[in-house]
């Protein structure tokens, strides 16, 4: 079989897959992120006999994945990775600014910041429109508080006590960031902490791999590489891990000429040792949505490995705590949540106006 694969940037894939749905025509399959599936449940194949017997097999699905990839108990996608966000710093910095090692909660994280920005050595979180990085900082952000999108009826309640305090917590933090980052998208604090521009941001294992990879050939690397340490997000007031991590989920539009062939396809990818090879080719950045894939050696091939090994299990899907579906999945696309951080922060908005705009933006959805 002659398979044509096309390669898209983040932001891309988004809008490219929701215009395939809308008119029936495009790629027999795609990767996409988070509960995009849930936007257009009826053009996808249904896959719940393959998923079953993929659980089944392979120790059950994680739950959290598996509730971006099922609608009404049945499969319209399969999970197919989760990618874990965490910590990635400069230790030599971290220990100069006069922490001997990362602080665990949200309090000493924002001490740590201000000591850094004192050093010269400022931190940088994505404001921006970052598919990945923009929606896991802000979502961090308002959980680690208690805050809310919605309650688990789906009612918008953004405009709460724990809100204003994510809000109040976000200007404070972003007093120690290095200028710019409301216009950041995913590369963009890659690319700051590898020119030694940032001592501190939230991210995928990939901007390690990138100094490990490239650092024979750039001594300034080889110097960052060895100093680059990761850890799990500092715990807030709520007292434990609250976090979203990206997910990508395998969907087959049921335009396709050869739905058997696509479910043969995932099928095979999902399958040991294809899938054990997947996971260990991925150095980290994609965590397996299969319980038995847990052990994979990758986890402890490096330190810095494990901060990501249990993202899938650990992971909150977007729309917490209502259920996922067409509102949830819109009021991410639109950056509802993204958006009343960065006009916080940079002062566009009082945060009492940012919460206020976020609820009727919200609202314009779970009220469809």
Known sequence: ??????????????????V???VGSGPDLMFVWFDDPHQYPDKL???TELGDYLGKKYGGWYDGPKQYATREGKFIGLPLATIGNAIVYRESWVKEAGFSEFPKDTAGFLQLCKALKAKGHPAGFTHGHG????NNYAHWLLWSHGGQMVDEQGKVTINSPETLKAIQYAQELYKTFIPGTESWLDVNNNRAFLAGEVSVIA???????TAKVNKDNDPKLTEIAKDMRTTNMPIGPVGKSVELFQVTTAVIFNYTPYPNAAKAYLQF???DPQMSDWITSSAGYCCQTLKSFANNPVWKADPNNAAYAKASETLRPNGYAGPLGYASAATMADYVLVDMFAKAVT?????????????KR????YRV
């Open 45 to 47: 194949l249904d896959v």
């Open 203 to 209: 991210n995928g294992i990939s901007v390690y791999n």
């Open 347 to 359: 002062g566009q908005a009082a945060p009492q106006e940012a919460m206020e705009e976020a609820e």
């Open 1 to 18: 079989v002659e398979v044509r694969v096309d390669k898209e940037s983040w932001e891309d894939i988004r809008p490219k897959a929701a």
């Open 269 to 271: 990818m999902f399958e």
């Open 20 to 22: 395939a749905a809308n």
């Open 131 to 134: 598919v990945g990085d923009g």
């Open 362 to 365: 919200a609202n314009r959805y």
